[in-house]
């Protein structure tokens, strides 16, 4: 089964929960996702199956959209809601516009600390497993981009515990998307807290929502940090939605659920295909959606074989009359199935694979 699903991952499953959760789904062994999403985060988390598992690199390279939810006054150790407050902060004398302009100066080329409860690794440990133990090492800041960043709710000040009083944009995400329940005994592959407990209820907060398109690597609980103490009173990320991975959105996610149930309903008429199955109902994807940006080009029938053993090609196995070569194309056999990307080089006049996808199986 070779394409691509996008997954939306709810609250409390890790990635690799995902993967292991679709391998039952699917019966397909070889699957990879393209970047982790916090175990309490929820979103697009489009996942590569079969021979397409070659591309999970290439899509993690790509942009990322999230709605996230920040709370001011409050540190704590994760720099989201599921740690321990480290700190509380006065709000009384933060206004809209020192928020406003803090928000605002966080788009463009930004330096990060990566947090401590975070999968980077060290040494071939994650940082987040040094962290449960008690350990806390020197982090070097990185380069991230961040193309745009926006608020996208009133800016409201509550009590902690008055999750009610506030609320996103009706046309955001957050709020088509509401927040889902602490999820069943099990799913959580570590600790589970949660600031928003009895004792800490009356704390003075400022909640705001915001969307943030960004690069790779960049950790959106360290914007939301970042921003508290640029402001003066900390801050930490409450909630976190992530809305589009590369081309892929949320609105055209797909839920574990949903899948499950397709396929448990195509099991009662044996000998069905699974992969063709998920096709016919939009949620297997062809590879080439990823890579769009690429004119295509088509092998001639008689070419096929050359193409699907990975040979280099020349101009004259394609049936496109092509005067100016491109840098990379997408590369389809004769029946318009999408095999793989090529990159022209001038020197030798030809066209050599920079990734292929072909199953083995073919």
């Not at 993690?60 to 006054?73: A, F, M, N, P, W």
């Not at 704590?76 to 902060?89: C, H």
């Not at 930490?236 to 899948?259: D, K, N, P, V």
Request: glycine share 6%; net charge negative; aromatic share 6%.
């Amino acid at each position: 089964m070779d394409g691509i699903i996008n997954v939306y991952k709810e609250k409390g499953y890790t990635s690799h929960d995902v993967v292991a959760r679709l391998r039952g789904i699917t019966k397909e062994k070889h699957i990879g996702h393209t970047g982790t999403l916090d175990p309490a985060a929820a979103g697009v988390l489009p996942m590569c199956l079969g021979a397409v598992t070659k591309a999970c690199e290439l899509l993690t390279d790509k942009g990322k959209e999230y709605e996230t939810v920040l709370l001011l006054g409050i540190e704590t150790n994760t720099e989201d809601a599921t740690g321990e407050i480290v700190a509380t902060g006065d709000i009384s004398a933060i206004t809209d516009e020192m928020i406003l302009d803090a928000v605002k100066s966080f788009e463009g080329d930004i330096s990060q600390v990566p947090p401590m409860f975070s999968a980077t690794r060290i040494n071939g440990q994650r940082y987040y497993d040094l962290a449960r133990k008690g350990v806390e090492i020197e982090r070097e800041a990185k380069q991230v981009h961040v193309s745009n960043i926006e608020v996208i709710s009133d800016i409201t000040r509550c009590l902690l515990s008055q999750k009610d009083a506030f609320a996103p944009y009706p046309d955001t995400m957050l709020s088509r998307f509401v927040e889902e329940p602490d999820p069943e005994e099990g799913r959580w592959h570590w600790e589970n807290n949660d600031i928003r407990k009895d004792e800490n209820k009356d704390i003075p907060v400022i909640r705001v929502a915001l969307r943030i398109a960004c690069e790779k690597g960049t950790y959106i609980r360290t914007i939301c940090a970042d921003i508290g103490k640029k402001i003066g009173c900390g801050g930490c990320m409450e909630r976190l939605l992530r809305t589009r991975s590369g081309e892929f959105t949320i609105e055209e996610s797909h839920s574990l659920a949903e899948m499950e149930e397709i396929v448990k309903n195509m099991d009662e008429t044996s000998g069905s295909d699974i992969g063709a199955l998920l096709k016919k109902n939009n949620i297997l994807i062809s590879a080439d959606r990823c890579f769009m940006e690429y004119p295509p080009l088509h092998a001639k029938d008689k070419y096929d074989s050359v193409l699907n053993n990975g040979n280099l090609l020349r101009m004259r196995h394609f049936k496109e009359y092509i005067e100016v070569p491109d840098a990379i194309n997408r590369v389809y056999d004769s029946k318009n199935e999408f095999k793989a990307l090529y990159e022209w080089v001038e020197e030798r006049k030809l066209y050599r694979p920079v990734k292929v996808f072909i199953s083995t199986k073919e």
